[in-house]
């Protein structure tokens, strides 16, 4: 049996539709609020509660561990760890981040890095994705409105993302999950081109059919913002640390995940605006 982590999120539902479309069983630990949310055998768990981790696990082959971003990130996945070991868990699939292994790192890397360690050093077969920056993103940070005209003002100057599709993300998590060969390795997962902001808001004007404008603000400017809608202090720095990676070229490396696990290079950013375009005409 398969269990996803994190399956009400942006990779969640993409793994679990890569799932369903490959006809394979699996359940999802969700918290109770969210299992409306989710067409799956569904089973209660909380990373906050440590009595809920050996229930999600009672009979589960392959894990997928997704962690959401948090202080106590790296805590979870010994929690995870520890509860696998006990309920047999054959294989562990973590989701990291692209760059997890740069040395000093920034926050979200080092978390990363070492929640990687423990899942190596568990004994239990492992396999480690390392996605760069979502294309979601766009809508779930960046604040772009798919229906309407959208502004977004953020400190990436013209530094280029390699913008990755959740949905060959999720992709990759169901394959992983359910062959096998992928154990021992690690995969960095990205988009096929670099794009700054603003170019990848003008792709989303063109399909969307909406203006989305990009206002380069000042580090300052933006920090303040978030501090001022009660985001916690350690995520602005964080968040801060994400912008200044962009904005100094540092956020633009391709890699070839996608493709050696999919056997076809991934989807373009223009390719995930027209099916948004679709999926919200659908909605509509
Ligand atoms: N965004 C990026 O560009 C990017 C790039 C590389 C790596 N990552 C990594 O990807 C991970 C986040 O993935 P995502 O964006 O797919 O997640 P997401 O959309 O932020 O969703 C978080 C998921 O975790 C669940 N969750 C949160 N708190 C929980 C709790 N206490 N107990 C049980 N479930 C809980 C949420 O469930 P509910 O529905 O109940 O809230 C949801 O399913 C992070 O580790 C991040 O560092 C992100």
Redesign the pocket.
Known sequence: MILL????????RAAMHALHTAGVPFKV???S??RA?VKAETVR????DLSSYQRAMEGVEHLFL????SER?VGYVLQAIATAKRAGVKHIVR????GADADPGII?ERQ?FAAEREVKASGIAWTILR????MD?LI??YGVVPTRDSTVYLPNGDGKAAWAD?ADIGEVVAKVLTHDGYAGKVYELTGPDPLSTAEALQVMSEELGHKYTYVNVTEEAARKAQEDSGMPAWLVDALMELHSLVRLHHASTLADGVQQVLGRPPHALREWAARLRLQTAGSA
């Not at 997704?66 to 971003?69: A, D, K, R, S, Y």
């Not at 989701?95 to 692209?98: E, K, P």
């Not at 996605?131 to 979502?134: D, L, M, N």
């Open positions: 982590t994190g399956a009400t999120g942006t990779i969640g630990a969700v918290r609020g969210s949310a768990f909380d990373w906050d997704l962690t959401p971003n990130q989701l990291s981040v692209m979200l990363h996605p760069t920056f979502f993103n779930n940070y959740p």
